[in-house]
């Protein structure tokens, strides 16, 4: 029988290896010694032996011909996998967890983010192929994981250690997401006020382009940590120079410095996105719109910046997810936000602690992501 889905099938026999060849769970007496790994194949008895007849379905389909029915079939069992994977993980939990004030830590180990991390593809690759609306697409993969929520809220994860871990830190993560999502907007908004304008100037003027360019350019070269280094003295001065400027937060550690280097990084891509998005405008339309008798003011406002956006909003948009991983090293100067918690987690040897500052890192550009994906496919579908 021929293979019809030649992708499903590779991601389920790289899923069935994981699961095969490396640790499911790690069990420990405690968050700092290293546990001792739990396979996979040695939990699947009794009840739990169902978690593999979705893997089974998941073959079955593969040798089948696409149809939506087939696709809606793949994204189901897939749902049913991934369910199956996190609830067996918070059952082995509780099994092997002891009074509330135990010290026994069961973490997630390499198997289980390898077959939940290709579990979400195969889901996600059925959904791309039988939806072209980039809204339901992101719905979908949405409810593909609305049974581990519910698995979340319920409380069967409670035993695992990094819900222990976020148990113990639960207000200094709440305060470390704002933090982080502060910085996020404080680092955008400059961004786009500044790197806006520098892209009409380069879009305007070759000798300027070219300078602005090499500069930026030359900042983006320079590593994060350098450069977060490198603004600690002159802010400092500035601080002691002019008491002012303290009162108002600068300061050589902290939010200032941060802020300032995030947003150094972030101009490059969001000028080179203006640019080609003026650049891209073609020439028949500008003079079709100079003939109607447009200014330039109105030209530049009813024309260019309409059929620029998607473009501009792409660069916003590298812009924003850079910087939500980028302020996790800003952490390492005082900034605040979830990287505090991966470099206490780093310090202490803890890594669910690291997870813990981790995940929401990695959830968060995901939606900042998506989120700006369905304005520029929103805006190109309103323009056709």
């Not at 640790?23 to 169902?50: D, M, T, V, Y």
């Not at 940590?225 to 002019?242: K, M, S, T």
């Not at 500008?286 to 473009?311: H, K, N």
Request: with cysteine; hydrophobic share 60%.
């Amino acid at each position: 029988m021929l293979v019809k889905n030649r992708v499903l099938l590779a991601l389920v026999i790289l899923l069935i290896l994981a699961g095969a060849g490396l640790p499911f769970l790690s069990h420990a007496p405690n968050r700092l010694i290293s546990g001792q790994g739990i396979a996979f194949l040695s939990l699947l008895h009794g009840p739990a032996g169902l978690v593999l007849l979705p893997v089974i379905a998941l073959i079955a389909l593969s040798f089948v011909s696409p149809q939506p029915w087939i696709y809606a079939a793949i994204v189901l069992m897939a749902e049913l996998l991934l369910f199956g994977l996190v609830w067996l993980a918070g059952f082995t939990a509780f099994q092997l967890s002891g009074s509330e004030e135990s010290l026994v830590r069961t973490s997630l180990s390499g198997a289980f983010w390898l077959m939940a991390g290709l579990t979400f593809l195969i889901a996600v690759d059925s959904l791309s192929r039988a939806m072209s609306s980039p809204l339901w697409r992101m719905l979908a993969s949405v409810q593909v994981l609305a049974p581990v929520i519910i698995l979340l809220f319920i409380g069967q994860l409670d035993q695992l250690s990094l819900m222990k871990e976020y148990a113990n830190r639960q207000d200094v993560f709440a305060d470390a997401f704002w933090q982080h999502l502060g910085i996020l907007l404080a680092t955008v908004i400059p961004t786009v006020l500044l790197g806006i304008p520098l892209g009409m100037l380069c879009f305007r003027s070759y000798r300027l382009k070219t300078a602005i360019f090499s500069v930026l350019n030359i900042i983006q070269t320079v590593p994060s940590i350098a450069l977060f280094g490198l603004l600690i003295a002159p802010l400092a001065g500035l601080a002691a120079a002019w008491p002012w400027l303290a009162e108002l937060g600068v300061s050589g550690i902290g939010l200032a410095p941060a802020i300032i280097a995030l947003v150094l990084y972030a101009l490059l891509p969001l000028v080179r996105s203006v640019v080609a998005g003026l650049e891209s405008i073609p020439d028949s339309v500008m003079e079709s719109a100079r003939g109607m008798g447009m200014t330039g003011s109105q030209l530049f406002v009813r024309v260019q910046i309409p059929l620029a956006l998607p473009l501009i909003l792409s660069g916003i948009r590298i812009v924003a997810v850079q910087t939500v991983g980028l302020a996790v090293v800003a952490a390492l100067i005082g900034a605040g936000g979830l990287g505090a918690i991966v470099f206490q987690g780093l310090l202490s040897s803890a890594l669910d602690l690291v997870l813990l500052g981790v995940i929401p890192v990695i959830v968060m550009a995901i939606v900042v992501d998506s989120l700006f994906k369905f304005m520029v496919s929103f805006l190109d579908v309103t323009r056709r």
